[in-house]
Structures are given as C-alpha cells and as structure tokens.
C-alpha cells in the first residue's frame, strides 16, 4: 500500500482524487492542483457483480491507501448527463439512472464531478490543437472528440455500425481480442483506424486503454499510443474553467502502479 503523499502547508490550491472506473479495474490517484502525481496509482478489481454499491464501496477501499484530498473527479465508462448515469454497457445493468455524483459525494463528504473515461483520459493526452480524437482500448471501446482543446461531449463511436453488421466494440473491445487473438484484432484495428480517419477527418488519433499495449501494426504518423495513466491525468481538467488543459510538464512514463493486496492485476 502507499504511504499517504505529503502536503505542503502553504499550499492554497485543492489537491484532486482521479478515480478511473474500468470494467475490470478500478484506480485512482491524488494530482497536486497542476497536475502532477502524487505518489503510485494504486489500483482495485472491478467487483463482480459492478453493482453501483459494489463500486462504491470499492472505491472507499481504494481511497484509503491514497491520502488526504480537497475534490475528486471520476472516469465512468458510460454516458453521464448532468451526474446521472444514462448509459453502462460495461457494468451491471442497474447503473442507468443512479446519481453518481450525488452518491459519491454523500460517501466520501468532498466535492465530485464525474464524465466520461475517454472523455478524462482524452483530457490528459491532447495537445489542444485541430481536430484530436481518442479511443481508448479496454474492455469496451471509447471515444472522445476534441476540437482545439473543447469536448464535444457524449460521442459514442462504439456502438455505431463497423463491419458485417458489428459494432466496433462488438469487434475491438475485450471480448473480440480474447475470441479471435491478437493478430486478427490488429487488423480490425488497421481497419477502424482507416474509416474513422474517412469520417472525421482528425488531426491527430491518440489510442489508450489497457489493451493499447497489444497493439502491434505500423501505425499512421498522425496517429499514436497513449499510456493509460492518461486516464487518471486528465482528472483535473474536469475541474478547469474554460477549455482544459494539461502540463506538458506532467511525466506519465515515470508513473508506477500498486495493486492492493489480493485483487487481480489485469488492466481495464
């Protein structure tokens, strides 16, 4: 478990709880108010069933290895409107409709704001400049479209129509690598990377997600491999006033991850 970071008296701005809520993992970690990591992410498997309460109560165990926090922001995979869950394909099936926000700050008595997970992560990977689209490689498959730095909120690329009648996260996400292996699923990736270029005419293409790590084709120079921890650094743009931005200073390749004793390792 980590030792719990310590805070500089002086500090005068808040210190941010990122919570990344993965349909196998859970993680979080504090960001100083410009943020940087403080200390290791740590990480919980997803309860199963991912009930609401489950997750709730997982994410209380996790906070109790981080240290102390002013405010928490939440990746949640799925489409929240207003703090309120419409959508969780990757959950059980009796989070639409539960107030995310509302439930996490009765629990954990400090200020929450909550989105999308690819929306965060896209948040700690953009450059702020064009069009910038992220897809993040997990269990499902998401997605987040950005124009010179502001989101256009609740894209949900995944269930759209790819090939043969599937969608692209009934061909991509976690299930489809297990199913047809590495190889094949690159080359449904090659595929995806191809059409969407097409359709949206991005900028720049960032790929994160746990399953990022197994993608092996040559990829477009527009397009590149993002480190999940993205997903976790981009929390404290949910707190940002004005389209939000992240350090160029901030060392995503420097992070290391713990996970708290008997939960499985496996990425979301």
């Known amino acids: 478990m980590a030792s719990s970071p310590k805070r500089n008296s002086a500090m005068t701005q808040p210190v941010t709880l990122a919570i990344d809520i993965g349909g196998s993992g859970i993680k979080g970690i504090l960001l100083s108010p410009t943020g940087q990591p403080m200390g290791d992410r740590l990480r919980i498997a997803t309860p199963q069933p991912s009930t609401p309460q489950a997750i709730l ?25 207003r703090g309120r869950i419409k959508t969780a394909p990757n959950l059980d099936s009796s989070w639409p409709g539960t107030y995310l926000v509302k439930d996490l700050e009765r629990q954990l008595k400090k200020p929450v704001r909550a989105a999308n997970d690819a929306d965060v992560q896209g948040f700690g990977a953009i450059k702020g400049k064009g069009v910038e ?56 990736l090659t595929k ?19 399953n990022a790590k197994k993608v092996t084709i040559d990829l477009p120079p527009n397009v590149t491999t993002v480190s999940n921890v993205a997903g976790l650094l981009g929390g404290i743009a949910l707190w940002a006033d004005g389209p939000a931005q992240i350090s160029s200073t901030t060392k995503r390749s420097q992070m290391k991850t713990k996970n708290k004793p008997s939960q499985a390792k496996s990425q979301s």
């Not at 109560?57 to 409107?81: A, C, M, N, Y």
């Not at 490689?137 to 730095?149: P, V």
Request: proline fraction near 3%.
């Open 192 to 210: 995806a990377i191809e059409t969407l270029d097409r359709v949206i005419n991005y900028d720049r293409l960032y790929l994160g997600g746990g």
């Open 133 to 188: 689209l992220v897809i993040t490689l997990g269990t499902g498959f998401g997605t987040a479209l950005f124009i010179n730095g502001a989101l256009v909120p609740n894209l949900e690329i995944a269930h759209h129509p790819f090939r043969k009648g599937k969608t692209y996260e009934d061909e991509l996400g976690a299930a489809a690598l297990k199913k047809v292996g590495k190889k094949k699923w690159n080359q449904r």
């Open 57 to 81: 109560t997982g994410i209380s165990e996790l906070v109790i290895g981080l240290g102390k926090f002013d405010r928490v922001s939440v990746g949640f995979p799925g489409v929240i409107q």
